[in-house]
């Protein structure tokens, strides 16, 4: 579309950036999580997340994230599919329900849950007006996944109904001519079309719900600790740049792994073959 | 050309640079460096009002975050105001220096002489620090929801309040208790008893609600839990707003801490930050930060001065000598230690 030179000018901005802000800060976590206190190389840090249970937060961590990823897509991909159908009037609706939580800071909106949940919040006040026993819900791992659900679900509905509403209606028209029925139509015509979509939002919902340290704090009271909380104290409360980079640098690895699996499913790199 | 230009735009903005520098450190300046929210702003208007003296109010929110500002030297702040034992990290590692207590008349007059003693667990010959606030640990109860008497930290155990009771969210303040509990020092580092005291934690974790930093306020005002584990300031304001609550000193004994203000070694406005550190101790000032803070104020002439009777009679914000007497302080333990004690609590956590 441009020429080599405006290409290369239009470009600069970005790349200064990138390497500003991304580029040179990956290498000095990289630096600090395989250094120690002297300077020296060390795969010490590395090696604590063998100790002190923190493998036990890491599995958490992936439990967690990958229950609430599940969910997310199973709640997003009906929606996407009806809000789809009826497409045209709907583009407001769709803006409202879900760029519109996302104006809202996600803080406040778990802090909300918090009142929500506790035991004398909303949830168990009402219990009581009706005499029923209350439950325990704040605290526990289900309210941590509610909290990722709650925060991340946007960032799966929209690549999904992005995807979905790209579909020319005309392939599923084809698709019926040839006699295939509702369900071949959309298991062998719509799922494959929408992977893109449900691939990248499998990726904005799973990443964010490995690293986030807020909801896991807010909701899990301190008692259920995830790998970003560990991160988290040991840059804020511990100061221990070089414990705190190098548990980043293995969460990263897992942030890697997850990428490198969803592109080996992505179908976009089939589409080339056409 | 390129580097003509590029060289250009350094060197004007180095120029630039020095000559702002250059024009801050004729200006009349105090640059401090305390806990977040840990002065009444009205104070500050006064002083610069009386001295002419600018005071650039920096904040931290923990010890730990504060000192590595310092140690690095990133930024010159001249008076801080760290907690006891990371004082005594400050003055083992050469950073703060002695004050001169021939320029702080009000610190000699005011501050309390049993404070001054205390510190000298931490600033042995009181050469350091000027003590700001102090108080104690307790555990704050609903009266109507806890029937047994409260005078031990053993009633964090009790299994008839499961789910009930908040703990404070800190290796330090988390092991204190156990550690009391069973007759020891709060600085202690034996690792035995150290592990004990975690084998403590870990079997008393499935009776704990949550474990909180400053979230506990909001929490007890709003009969969340049971009890809950909270400073003496907290409790004054917990006890102001929910009435069901009553605050107990355990038995065993608690911890006694103290912040103060310090002087830093390198600070390029000594008697600057001499003149603001006695300005906190004068009478009329130290009533406006009490008000402000709740916590209670080692300046013995603010009682007198206190207008907010629930305050002046409070318990809490002015205890009897016995309450605090030959209670104990933290001590810095050194960097491994400090370790220990984080990698014993990380344990607890992730349990």
Known sequence: ?274 | MKFKILALVLVSLLTFGCGSGGGDKKENVVYVYSWGDYLDPETLKIFEKETGIHVILDEFDTNESMYPRVAEGAVHYDVLCPSDYMIQRLISNDLIQPLDFNKLPNAKQNIGAEFFKQSETFDPGNKYSVPYCWGTVGIIYDKTKVTDPVDSWNILWNEKYAGQILMQDSARDALMIPLKLMGKSMNETDKNVLAQAQEMLIKQKPLVQAYVVDEVKEKLINSEAAMGVVFSGEALIILEENPNMAFAIPKEGTNFWIDGWVITKDAENVDNAHKFIDFMCRPDIAVKNFDYLGYSTPNIAVKELEENEAYKNSPVAFPSPDVYAGQETYKYLGNEMDEYYNSLWMKIKVE
């Open chain 1, 1 to 274: 579309m441009f020429n080599k030179g405006l290409r290369n000018i239009l470009l600069t901005p970005f790349l200064i950036w990138a390497g500003l802000f991304i580029f040179i800060p990956l290498i000095f976590i990289v630096w600090y999580g395989v250094t120690d206190y002297g300077g020296n190389f060390s795969l010490v840090n590395m090696g604590l997340i063998f100790k002190h249970g923190y493998l036990d937060a890491l599995e958490l961590s992936v439990a967690l994230a990958l229950i609430s990823t599940i969910i997310c897509l199973l709640l997003a991909y009906p929606l996407s599919l009806i809000l789809t159908e009826r497409q045209r009037d709907n583009t407001t609706i769709i803006s409202l329900l879900f760029i519109l939580p996302l104006w809202m800071n996600s803080l406040l909106s778990t802090m909300a849950w918090q009142t929500i949940l506790e035991s004398n919040g909303i949830i168990n006040q009402i219990l009581r007006l009706f005499s029923l026993p209350t439950m325990q819900m704040i605290n526990t791992p289900g309210a941590i996944v509610l909290g990722m659900v709650y925060n991340f679900l946007p960032y799966m509905v929209l690549p999904l109904y992005i995807s979905l509403a790209k579909i020319d209606h005309h392939i599923l028209e084809a698709a019926q001519d040839l006699g295939a029925n509702s369900w071949q139509t959309f298991w062998r015509v719509i799922l494959p079309l929408s992977l893109p979509g449900a691939v990248s939002g499998i990726t904005m919902v799973f990443i964010p719900a490995l690293t986030t340290f807020v909801i896991s704090a807010l909701l899990g009271g301190g008692k259920l600790l995830l790998i970003g909380n560990i991160i988290e104290q040991e840059f804020t409360f511990q100061y221990d740049w070089h414990v705190g980079c190098a548990l980043s640098v293995i969460l990263m690895i897992f942030i890697v792994l997850n990428m490198l699996l969803t592109t080996a499913f992505d179908p976009l790199k089939e589409e080339e073959d056409f």
